[in-house]
């Protein structure tokens, strides 16, 4: 209920916000009487942006004390976790929302099941769905373990993210790759059609998965090799720094 974290903190990803909210209105994919659902919308960071457009927005946020600083800025925040229930709540009082919002909180779900169940539910035919994830090939790849920290319940590849939302009737149609957090994955998602086509951003992302051993358990063991390297080097430098009678 009591949270340090303000998205609003970061310049850069304020400037991400404006940036994402842009876009959809250019795109069109979003005109006033459609109203918009945030999961996470933490101080309303990226909300307060459709304000001006006459959107409507309801945001989901946990923490009391930081849904009290979007509620000030005029946005609907809600104080509870997301689930299938909440979602059916959601459903019978405003219909289905045109988007949803799920930013950097995949990771921090311990049923993770259960939330993608509630995407499922208010997921219409008209809806689209923007979820934005750290990068696991990052982690591999390019020795990002600092990303990895004690909030997080999982890393999510666009495979994994792809074969969950299946199960619901949900089908990842796009990923495109964005640079906040060491480089993201935004997963869009709607409902299974056969009539549209997947974009080719698909394939390709699940390719360098799996083409970078992603998925290959020996490629993970070189890793905990290489971070172990790192650490002990960071370790001996702090050591010599010590020695020498320098201060950290």
Known sequence: RDYRYLSSMSTTFLQHASNFVSERM????IAPGDWV???ASNDGYLLKNFLPFGIMCIGIEPAENVAEISRGLGINTISEFFSSQLAKELL???????LIIANNV???VPDLIDFVKGLGILCGPMTRISIENPSLA???I???FDT???EHYSYLSATSVSNICQKEGLLLFKVEKISVHGGSNRYWLRLKDESELIDESVAITCNIENKCGLFNFKEWE???IRVSTILDSFRAWLQDGKNAGKRI
């Open 26 to 29: 250019n795109e069109g994919v």
């Open 37 to 39: 659902l945030e999961i």
């Open 92 to 98: 019978d009082k405003h219909g289905y929302p045109k």
């Open 106 to 108: 995949m990771a921090h």
């Open 138 to 140: 990052n982690i591999l």
């Open 142 to 144: 390019d020795m990002q």
């Open 148 to 150: 990895i920290y004690h």
């Open 222 to 224: 070189k890793f905990s």
